[in-house]
């Protein structure tokens, strides 16, 4: 999708060019993944919390 956006704009994309945006596309779906990690971890941790907080009362 952005090597097609690119050559709309008139942007002529070489062998580094293509590398590059193959490492960046590899970043940001390791950022997303990592991103994904921490929010079940977040939730897995409000989970424990709630249950600690259940049986405490009880």
């Known amino acids: ?3 097609k ?3 709309d704009l008139g942007i002529d994309i070489d ?3 293509n590398e590059l945006l193959k490492q960046f ?3 940001g779906f390791m950022d997303e993944v990592s ?3 921490l929010k079940e971890k977040e ?3 409000q ?3 709630e249950k600690i ?3 405490d009362k009880e």
Do not use: G
Request: hydrophobic share 25%.
């Open 15 to 17: 062998d580094s060019t």
């Open 53 to 55: 907080e259940k049986k």
């Open 35 to 37: 991103d994904n990690r």
């Open 43 to 45: 939730e897995k941790v």
């Open 25 to 27: 596309d590899l970043n």
């Open 1 to 3: 999708m952005k090597h």
């Open 47 to 49: 989970e424990l919390k």
């Open 5 to 7: 956006f690119l050559k």
